[in-house]
């Protein structure tokens, strides 16, 4: 079984400044994703990033950047210069796909992260 | 595009009573899903769906129903509906499994 642990269960940052959201996970299979979603007061569920697993180079979309330590099974989220519109949960998950019925995606818990002026 | 829409957006079931939660996805995506948010949690995979006629067990399938007749709708089915199942529901879909998942906005679910 695949897990992934958030160990911050909130964080706050201030506007403008950086912050590093924790991510580990563990699984036994060699191919798979890494993700960090988004999910505002609205509910909607938004991918900020991914990382697939065979690539050493880490994934970056604009503030938002990982520090994926394979080896460590570490998936860390960092965001740059904080907008106020970053207030939300963030969840770290895992896909994994060997084929057949075999699709599992497991998320962890979530950071509540608060960006304040 | 609408993208992926659910309805209805709030439900309120007594214990035992059976209902539809609807999907809806207009980017002709293969890849639909059904996940419940519990409080405090992330998402677990309910039932998902390759194409039209084929569905797989996720990681919580107990006391759920799905089909898919069509590449646009995946609606999911509570049978004899139980307090644990009050949850908030959110469907997904992708283009395949390599792609990014869509999320609709979700089903708030109370079970009392």
């Known amino acids: 079984a695949q897990t992934v642990t958030q160990s911050q269960p909130e964080m706050s940052v201030q506007e403008a400044e950086t912050v590093t959201l924790s991510c580990t996970y563990d699984?036994?299979?060699?191919?798979?994703?890494l993700f960090w979603y988004k999910q505002p007061p609205s509910r909607q569920m938004i991918l900020v990033i991914r990382?697939?697993?065979?690539?050493?180079q880490n994934a970056t979309e604009n503030r938002f950047s990982v520090n994926f330590q394979k080896a460590a099974k570490s998936f860390s989220l960092k965001i740059s210069d904080s907008q106020l519109g970053d207030t939300a949960m963030y969840f770290c998950?895992?896909?994994?796909?060997?084929?057949?019925?075999?699709?599992?995606?497991?998320f962890g818990k979530g950071t509540l992260l608060t960006v304040n002026p | 595009n609408a993208g992926v829409t659910q309805t209805p957006k709030f439900r309120i079931l007594k214990i035992g009573q059976s209902m539809t939660l609807q999907c809806t996805q207009d980017?002709?995506?293969?890849?639909m899903y059904w996940y419940r948010q519990d409080p405090g949690m992330g998402l677990k995979l309910i039932y998902y769906?390759?194409?039209?006629?084929?569905?797989d067990k996720g990681e919580v399938p107990n006391g759920y129903n799905v089909s898919r007749s069509t590449t646009e709708d995946f609606p999911l089915r509570l049978e004899l509906a139980a307090p644990s199942q009050t949850s908030v529901y959110f469907c997904?879909?992708?283009?395949?499994?390599?792609?990014?998942?869509?999320f609709g906005p979700g089903t708030r679910l109370t079970v009392t």
């Open positions: 990382q697939e697993a065979y690539k050493q």
């Open positions: 980017m002709n995506h293969n890849y």
């Open positions: 998950a895992c896909r994994v796909y060997s084929g057949g019925s075999n699709y599992k995606l497991t």
């Open positions: 997904a879909s992708s283009y395949d499994r390599e792609n990014e998942q869509y």
């Open positions: 769906s390759v194409g039209a006629g084929i569905t």
């Open positions: 699984t036994s299979e060699s191919n798979y994703y």
